[in-house]
């Protein structure tokens, strides 16, 4: 994890791996530690629904159906977490989770 301190403001940054859904979110610890309120949060993720390269941002919301993004807001309890969607594309029928985690084709590899 990195931090960050830009005038009065301090930033925090980790990668997905340590984040990862299935475990406790070192996101609430953090959160809670720092006395970081939900809506001072921006999660950013990967987006299976919106074409590569495309950014969505929400101030809240639902899952859309992201495992990452359903256990951070039962963790939290609350949708009021504002989030950034980086589209990745559609995946393969048959490879979806080896499509999420790999890496960009040599089609793709622009971005």
Not at 7 to 15: I, L, P, Q, S, V
Not at 70 to 83: H, K, L, V, Y
């Amino acid at each position: 994890m990195g931090r960050a301190h830009v005038k009065t403001r301090r930033y925090f940054a980790g990668e997905a791996g340590e984040f990862y859904e299935s475990q406790r979110l070192p996101l609430v610890a953090i959160a809670q530690f720092y006395k970081i309120a939900t809506p001072e949060i921006l999660v950013v993720l990967d987006d299976l629904a919106l074409p590569l390269g495309r950014i969505r941002i929400r101030p809240s919301g639902g899952t859309g159906g992201h495992n990452g993004l359903e256990s951070i807001i039962m963790q939290f309890g609350t949708e009021e977490i504002p989030r950034l969607r980086i589209g990745i594309g559609a995946a393969p029928r048959d490879g979806g989770v080896d499509y999420v985690l790999g890496r960009f084709s040599k089609k793709n590899d622009r971005w």
